[in-house]
């Protein structure tokens, strides 16, 4: 099975991709995140995939308990959500995939002790190409959709606390992230346009 990652940042392939029952995961060159890709079953009726599972996802490297799904519809082509994420000790590592539609999904280091602290990685995903993005504790998330009526679901190792959610400047020009929309057509709502940028960012992770 080969991983075609024709959009957004590039696979580690000096590293064989870890492998575990239905599911293929790649590296990047920041540590942490990975690219999954689950096996599907097509036939004349549809297909047939295994979204997840603790036994193989734990071989892959894989090891939080995930407490909450959470789905969400965006109708309009280019809305930005995000970025956004949980501070400790409330802070959530994710797992997203999209049910319907097509996104360039954006995840950003903000572990200080990182020496990638402020880098990116990106990856497009799809209902077609059933690909997933793990995203562990320590980044900020963030996506655009490509396509209308675009559905994500996501799974999260904390359940939501307000008292520790932040959020970073999807348009900060420090962070250079490759959005496929222009500031004034993206569709955002009221919270993402006042996130402040990183260099206002106090401390998150270690």
């Known amino acids: 099975m080969a991983m075609d990652n024709s959009v957004g940042t590039p696979v580690d392939t000096s590293q064989a991709p870890r492998v575990s029952g239905n599911f293929m995961a790649w590296r990047f060159a920041i540590p942490g995140p990975l690219m999954v890709q689950p096996k599907r079953f097509d036939d004349h009726r549809g297909f047939f995939l295994e979204s997840y599972s603790t036994r ?18 965006s109708a309009a082509v280019g809305t930005v ?14 797992l997203v995939r999209v049910l319907r539609g097509r996104l360039l999904d954006i995840v950003v280091d903000l572990r200080r002790s990182s020496p990638h602290y402020g880098q990116h990685v990106a990856a497009e995903l799809s209902a077609e190409n059933a690909v997933q993005l793990y995203i562990p504790t320590g980044f900020a998330h963030g996506f655009c959709t490509l396509e209308p009526n675009t559905e994500i679901v996501y ?13 970073l400047a999807w348009d900060d020009p420090e962070l250079a992230l490759p959005w496929p929309v222009r500031a004034a057509a993206a569709q955002l709502s009221d919270k993402d346009r006042r996130q402040p940028r990183l260099a206002d960012l106090p401390p998150c992770f270690d």
């Open 56 to 73: 193989d996802y734990a071989a892959l490297g894989v090891t939080e308990s995930f407490v909450q799904d959470n789905h969400s519809l």
């Open 81 to 94: 959500r995000g970025l956004h994420f949980q501070v400790p000790p409330r802070a959530q590592a994710k």
């Open 155 to 167: 799974k999260v190792s904390d359940f939501y606390a307000p008292e520790c959610d932040r959020g």
